[in-house]
């Protein structure tokens, strides 16, 4: 399973608001979650965590967040 960590710009790692990072004792979730990231070439620094993300210890990776092409 792949989700997106979401735009709330909010720490999972909130102890307070989400519960513990690892529920159950469990270090791995079993799903990717992945932040928003700056893309090489349209944001200095590159490969750094957008504003809007969502971040924390639950977030597995970052993939881009801007400057994404669509067909549509």
Same mark, same amino acid.
């Given at each position: 399973?792949?989700?997106? +960590?979401?735009? $709330?710009?909010?720490?999972? *790692?909130?102890?307070?608001?989400? /519960?513990?990072?690892? @529920? =159950?004792?469990? +270090?791995?979730? $079993?799903?990717?979650?992945? *932040?928003?990231?700056?893309?090489? /070439?349209?944001?200095? @620094? =590159?490969?750094?965590?957008?504003?809007?993300?969502?971040?924390?210890?639950?977030?597995?990776?970052? /993939?881009?967040?801007?400057?994404?092409?669509?067909?549509?």
């Amino acid at each position: 399973m792949v989700e997106a +960590a979401g735009n $709330g710009q909010e720490d999972l *790692g909130n102890a307070a608001v989400y /519960g513990s990072p690892f @529920p =159950a004792g469990r +270090a791995d979730s $079993g799903a990717i979650i992945v *932040g928003a990231g700056t893309a090489s /070439g349209c944001t200095n @620094p =590159a490969r750094g965590r957008l504003g809007f993300s969502t971040y924390g210890p639950r977030v597995n990776l970052q /993939g881009w967040g801007e400057c994404v092409v669509t067909a549509g």
